[in-house]
């Protein structure tokens, strides 16, 4: 396949097809953008573009089906390494950079032999004219395992292209950063992680796959893993009382911090209310839409909620706006490991408050 399947990053191909064609392609960067959203795919994408048998490399398109664009496919290709955060490791570890044994488990023997990428790079190529390595995870690069990769990064082989990718410039390493070119990469629109589930026939249905489109904040990933956790159903049944919180802001705030308690640990408790927020924020969206005059786009759950709340909307857009802004700093306070429940509790009276006032009102002396 070309680039045609890369959805959402017309930018950062035309970036690539143009330092491509002018020959000054760099040789380390560092791709940011949240999970899910393609950057993986992006890179292999342009590994094929660089290693295609068919087409040159100063046209950067990948044909997708010659010997070298399917050897990248499979993972086969002799001249293409990966680097990726191990089962049960927190940190990339030296070895997969230059080279060692790791052990795998700490209750058996077994251990695993890694040559490192820095030996793989220093290798002459073997069918193309390029080596290539991706370091997934680059967001767990410790300063070890950085030290260890700087005099490469430096001082590269001729050729040679390394590409890390990670989550945000606030989770790497100074010296990684001021030795890369940086490419961000932003969330994709609902319709087009709706039309990737299609695709992919991760879903069979439209209104199922625009239902986790339209949770997904942008990314494939999270909306499979919304449809393998089965959090469609807890989506749901937030979206059919929200609408009611005026009237029952405990009901409301019984069942978040029934969802949020469900997380073993502190991460997971986060997690979950990150999730919810995202749901509250999607309805708020909807609603700003409709007081604006512009057309709503969502699945029937969405719509629905928000067309109740809609009906019941005293305030306007900057009241909408308002409740948006207090969502998004719980889920500020949650990340800064604030009491959960005192957390929920806030939060839900809150909204309510600026729901059917219009904004907060300070309490008069």
């Known amino acids: 396949m070309s ?19 002018n020959g000054r392609l760099p040789s380390t960067f560092l791709f940011v953008g949240p999970d899910g959203i393609g950057k993986h795919l992006f ?27 399917q050897q990248v496919i499979s993972d086969t290709h002799p001249d293409l390494h990966y680097v990726e955060l191990l089962t049960g490791k927190t940190a990339i570890l ?16 077994k251990e695993e032999v890694f040559p490192g990428v ?37 001082e590269p082989p ?18 990684i950063v001021s030795r890369s070119q940086v490419v961000s990469f932003n969330p994709l629109e609902s319709s087009q992680v709706k039309q ?24 494939v990933g999270f909306a499979v893993k919304l449809l393998q956790g089965n959090l469609l159903d807890v989506r749901r049944e937030i979206l059919q009382v929200f609408p009611g919180l005026p009237d029952q802001p405990e009901v409301v705030s019984d069942l978040i911090q029934k969802y949020v308690n469900l997380g073993g640990d502190r991460q997971e408790k986060y997690e979950h209310v990150e999730f919810i927020s995202s749901i509250l924020v999607s309805c708020f969206h909807q609603i700003a839409l409709t007081l604006s005059g512009r057309e709503n786009y969502g699945d029937s ?10 009906n019941r909307w005293t305030g306007d ?28 509790e806030a939060w839900v009276d809150d909204l309510s408050q600026i729901w059917l006032t219009g904004g907060f009102q300070l309490t008069t002396p």
Not at 3 to 12: E, K, R
Not at 43 to 69: H, M, W, Y
Not at 97 to 103: D, L, M, T
Not at 317 to 340: F, G, M, P, Q, Y
């Open 94 to 109: 030296t070895a997969q950079i230059v080279g060692g044994s790791v052990k795998l488990k700490s209750t058996d023997k």
């Open 317 to 344: 857009v900057e009241t909408v706006l308002a409740c948006i802004d207090r969502t998004t700093d719980t889920s500020a306070h949650a990340r800064a490991n604030a009491n959960v429940k005192t957390l929920v």
């Open 118 to 154: 820095c030996y793989e790079l220093n290798l002459k190529p073997i069918s193309s004219r390029r080596k290539v390595v991706i370091i997934n995870d680059a967001d767990f690069l410790n300063e070890t395992s950085t030290s260890n990769l700087l005099k490469t990064l430096e």
């Open 301 to 310: 759950a969405l719509l629905e909620a928000a067309d109740r709340i809609h």
């Open 196 to 219: 990737v589930l299609l695709q992919q026939n991760l879903v069979l249905h439209e209104n199922e796959a625009l239902e986790l489109a339209m949770t997904s904040n942008g990314s």
């Open 3 to 21: 680039w045609s399947d890369v959805l959402g990053h017309d930018v950062q191909i035309d970036r690539f097809k143009k330092v491509v064609s």
């Open 43 to 69: 890179a292999r994408k342009l590994t094929q573009a660089l290693f295609c048998d068919v087409n040159p490399e100063q046209v950067c398109e990948p044909c997708g089906n010659c010997p070298s664009c």
């Open 158 to 175: 001729p050729g040679a292209v390394l590409i890390l990718i990670g989550t945000s410039l606030s989770h790497q390493l100074d010296t």
